[in-house]
């Protein structure tokens, strides 16, 4: 399988620590360098979305987080339209269960999850006594649809 999160994503996050974009921006989950990171600030139930610009097959998810700042529970949703319509119809694909590690863990989603245009993980049981989550690599493998 190949990675399907690639520039033309758009990635959203619930927050970013202290607004600190340049240091921990969203941007980092993706750039492939494993010395930076997306840092969530404090809060419950902190988030990740990715839009894609044509509908994608995902088959499975990649995750690396920093020990003491993961999620031993993440929620993963999709929606067949992207964020720009009116309010995506949000469906729960799966519950991932990361363990608490600097490992990259990989998950496999089921093969009926087709026909998806957002992707949003939800991090719903943080390790951090304070909500926050700090993850170096997020990556989709799967199969995109012709244009």
């Not at 921990?24 to 494993?34: A, C, E, I, M, S």
């Not at 939800?122 to 799967?142: A, H, K, P, Q």
Request: net charge negative; charged share 15%; glycine share 6%.
């Amino acid at each position: 399988m190949a990675s399907i999160i690639n520039t033309d994503v758009k990635i959203k996050v619930s927050s970013t620590l202290n607004k600190d974009s340049k240091s921990f921006g969203k941007q980092y989950l993706t750039d492939g360098d494993l010395e930076t990171c997306w840092n969530s600030d404090q809060g419950t139930s902190q988030w990740i979305i990715s839009e894609f610009p044509r509908s994608v097959c995902p088959s499975q998810v990649v995750l690396m987080f920093q020990g003491g700042f993961s999620s031993s529970q993440v929620l993963v949703y999709g929606a067949p339209t992207p964020l720009a319509s009116a309010s995506p119809d949000w469906t729960q694909l799966t519950h991932l269960y990361p363990e608490d590690s600097n490992n990259v863990q990989t998950f496999d989603l089921a093969s009926s999850v087709t026909n998806v245009r957002s992707l949003k993980f939800v991090f719903t049981e943080c390790s951090d006594t304070y909500g926050r989550i700090v993850v170096y690599r997020l990556d989709v493998l799967g199969t995109s649809e012709s244009t």
